[in-house]
C-alpha cells in the first residue's frame, strides 16, 4: 500500500500523522511553498459546535494523539444584533491562528510529521490516482469532489477580512448579526494577541443579496467596529475570498480515493466552522486505511451535524433584523447560559430540530 495525500492541510496532516503513528508512511504534495502560505487569520473552535466534545483540544490529544496549542480559551463572546446585545460568559472554546505564522494551527502539525512533503505539487488527483494505490483527497475545497461527480454544493459565500491593530482582550471574540451591516450573513472580531485582531464579514452569494458589493459593506462595518471598541484599528493585512464553495460529499470514500477536510464537506454552512470536522476526517480516513474502521461510518455522525448546519443557514436567510434581534434578546439570558454552559446539550441538532419545520414552510411558501 502506498499513500498519497493531496494538500497539507489541516486534514491533509492529520490523516498524515495517524497513518504515521500505525506505521504507514505516505507522501504528502501540497501545491504552495511550505504549510499554510497564504493570509494570516484568526479562527475560533467553538465548543457549542463541537458536541458531544466540549474541550476539542483536549479530545484531539488524549484521543488521537494531535497536539495544538491554541492563542486562548475563549470566556466571553459578545453577540450583537441591530438592536440587541448578548454577552456569554463560559469556558466557550479557543482562537487560533491560521496561515502563514509559525505557530498556525498547520505549521503547529506540520512540525508533527515525518513524511515526505512534496512543495510547488503541480501532481494531479489523476496523476496520483494512476502511481499510488491510495489518494487523500485534502485540497481544501470542492473542486476535485465536485469534478468527480462526488459533491452536493449547497451555497456559496464571499468573504472580506483585515488585520488590525489596537489593544484586545484575547480572552473575548465579538460577533454581529445585523442584516443591513450584513445581509443574511455576519461579521466578527477574533483578537490574534492582545495587540492585532482579525476582523472578517461574509455574506452567502443568494438571490437576495444579488448586487450587494462586499466593498461597500466594508467601510460600515470597520466603523461600527471601531465605535464599538473605541479605538482607530488601522488595517495591516487584508484578503478578500469570492464565492467560497460550501457543500458535501455524496460518498466519503470511492475506490480507493478518500474525500477529506473540506473536500468531504467539512465546512459547517451555519456559521463556517469547519477546523475540527476537518481534523476528523483526515484522522478518519487514515483508521480506514489501516483496518481500523470505515471511513464512511465514521463520517456519518458528520455528515448528520453538516445537514443540521445547513437547516440553521437556510432558517438564516428566512429571517429578517427583528427575529435575529428576538434571539439575541433570549441568548442574553437564561436560555444563553444553558445553551453554552450545560456540556451535555447539542445546540445544533436541538435548534435544527426547531427550526427544520418553519424553513420547510417558509421555502414553501416562496417557491
Ligand atoms: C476566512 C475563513 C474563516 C474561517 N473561520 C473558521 C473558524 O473560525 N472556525 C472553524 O472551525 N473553521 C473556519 N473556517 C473553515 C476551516 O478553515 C476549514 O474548514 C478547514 O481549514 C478545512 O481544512 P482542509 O484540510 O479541508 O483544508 P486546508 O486546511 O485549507 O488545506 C488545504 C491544503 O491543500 C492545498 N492544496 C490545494 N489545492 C492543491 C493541489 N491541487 N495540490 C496540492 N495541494 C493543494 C492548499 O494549499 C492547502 O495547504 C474558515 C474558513 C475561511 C476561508
Known amino acids: 500500500m502506498n499513500i498519497a495525500i493531496m494538500g497539507a492541510g489541516l486534514s491533509g496532516l492529520a490523516c498524515a500523522i495517524t497513518l504515521e503513528k500505525n506505521g504507514v508512511q505516505p507522501t504528502i ?33 488524549e484521543q488521537f494523539g494531535i497536539y495544538l496549542q491554541p ?21 466557550l472554546g479557543f482562537t487560533n491562528i491560521r496561515g502563514r505564522e509559525e505557530d498556525s494551527f ?61 489593544t484586545f482582550d484575547r480572552y473575548a471574540v465579538m460577533s454581529w448579526i445585523d442584516y443591513d451591516m450584513a445581509p443574511f450573513g455576519y461579521g466578527y472580531l477574533i483578537p490574534l494577541s492582545e495587540k492585532e485582531a482579525n476582523i472578517v464579514i461574509a455574506i452567502p452569494d443568494i438571490p437576495s443579496t444579488r448586487g450587494v458589493e462586499l466593498e461597500h459593506l ?50 459547517m454552512p451555519f456559521m463556517g466552522f469547519g477546523q475540527y470536522i476537518a481534523l476528523l476526517t483526515g484522522v478518519y480516513a487514515a483508521y480506514d486505511l489501516c483496518g481500523l474502521g470505515s471511513y464512511e ?7 448528520q451535524s453538516y445537514e443540521n448546519s445547513l437547516v440553521l443557514r437556510r432558517a438564516m436567510e428566512q429571517m429578517d433584523n ?27 441538532k436541538l435548534a435544527s430540530y426547531i427550526m427544520r419545520p418553519y424553513v420547510k414552510y417558509k421555502q414553501g411558501v416562496t417557491t
Open 297 to 303: 461510518e465514521l463520517t456519518a455522525p458528520l455528515r
Open 218 to 267: 466594508w467601510g460600515p462595518f470597520h466603523q461600527k467596529v471601531q465605535s464599538e471598541l473605541s479605538q482607530p484599528l488601522p488595517i495591516t493585512d487584508q484578503f478578500q475570498i469570492s464565492k467560497y464553495p460550501m457543500g458535501i460529499c455524496r460518498s466519503a470514500r470511492i475506490g480507493n480515493t478518500f474525500y477529506a477536510g473540506n473536500c468531504f464537506g467539512s465546512m
Open 106 to 166: 498547520e505549521a503547529q502539525l506540520s512540525r508533527q510529521v515525518k513524511s515526505p512533503i512534496r512543495f510547488h505539487s503541480e501532481e494531479t488527483y489523476e496523476q496520483l490516482l494512476a502511481n499510488y494505490t491510495h489518494v487523500v483527497l485534502a485540497t481544501g475545497d470542492g473542486e476535485y469532489a465536485k469534478k468527480t461527480r462526488n459533491f452536493r454544493e449547497d451555497l456559496t459565500v464571499s468573504i472580506k477580512g483585515a488585520t488590525v491593530e489596537g
Open 29 to 61: 504534495f501540497e501545491k504552495r511553498s511550505k504549510v499554510g502560505d497564504r493570509f494570516v487569520n484568526g479562527e475560533v473552535l467553538l465548543s457549542i459546535f463541537t458536541r458531544p466534545v466540549h474541550d476539542c483540544i483536549a479530545s484531539l490529544s
Open 71 to 91: 492563542v486562548s480559551n475563549i470566556q466571553q463572546m459578545v453577540i450583537m444584533s441591530k438592536n440587541e446585545k448578548a454577552i456569554i460568559e463560559a469556558q
Open 322 to 348: 427583528p427575529d435575529v434581534d428576538r434571539i439575541v434578546r433570549m441568548l442574553q439570558g437564561y436560555l444563553g447560559e444553558k445553551l453554552f454552559q450545560t456540556k451535555r446539550l447539542n445546540p445544533l
